[in-house]
């Protein structure tokens, strides 16, 4: 359980360390807010690929309480887990803030003045965790390696960076995190509640999706796996 909680504090540090760093980079190499949203983006789906491929082995990688609450309710995760995971994820995001600024030589602990609210911004949200959610249950579901698990993962959020009119959050420890960042990435503390509850809406969404249309095909792929690679090991007996 140690090493699981230390990978999931590391995963979500250094995650909002990149997607904070980043968006100051962005800032500081250009005005447009287009190129610094695309160096953000690029560097962002670059580290989560890597990080998921790296503490995926160790803890699942989860990085996120929706994505932890999600493999409670599909019991892959009991409740004392999934309390750990949460917290542990929240300290890091906020830790990873901190050190972004840090870096560029800012004021370590800060708070964002970014307010983020509006219909559409909601509603990204929602899909843009839904759409998260609904790739790792399927991917994860149907045995994929955890680098492919890693690489999906990856491109859905940087697509939803670049489709959705909040930018993809999509995980309430990181929109709690760059609170503490008033930067390109940060977000105003009263724009968190309704950040959050949108990221848990699509969570369940997701859910209900992938029970609808997913779960008894990724059963039957995962069976079927499972019984090749039962067929293989007997091979080489």
Not at 87 to 106: C, I, K, P, W, Y
Not at 143 to 163: C, E, H, K, P
Request: net charge positive; aromatic share 8%.
């Amino acid at each position: 359980m140690t090493k699981k909680l230390v990978a999931e504090f590391l995963g979500t540090l250094l995650l909002v360390a990149v997607v904070v760093g980043s968006g100051i980079m962005g800032q500081n190499l250009s005005t447009d807010f287009g190129q610094a949203l695309i160096i953000n983006t690029i560097s962002t789906v670059a580290a989560l690929a890597l990080l998921i491929t790296l503490f995926g082995p160790i803890s699942g990688a989860h990085f996120n309480p929706v994505v932890s609450l999600i493999m409670l309710a599909l019991k892959k995760l009991d409740a004392t887990t999934f309390l750990a995971y949460a917290a542990v994820q929240t300290a890091g995001a906020s830790a990873g803030a901190v050190l972004a600024n840090a870096m560029f030589d800012l004021a370590p602990l800060q708070v964002s003045e970014n307010v983020r609210a509006g219909f559409g911004t909601w509603v990204s949200e929602i899909v843009a965790t839904a759409g998260l959610l609904l790739v790792i249950l399927v991917f994860s579901a149907r045995n994929f390696s955890t680098t492919q698990v890693g690489v999906a993962v990856a491109a859905w959020i940087g697509s939803a960076y670049l489709f959705t009119a909040s930018t993809s959050f999509a995980n309430p420890a990181v929109t709690v995190g760059r609170i503490f960042s008033d930067t390109f990435a940060g977000i105003a503390p009263e724009s968190v509640l309704n950040f959050v509850l949108c990221q848990f809406a699509g969570a369940l969404l997701a859910l209900v999706i992938f029970k609808t249309l997913f779960s008894t095909d990724a059963a039957a792929d995962a069976k079927a796996s499972n019984k090749g690679n039962k067929l293989r090991a007997k091979k080489s007996k």
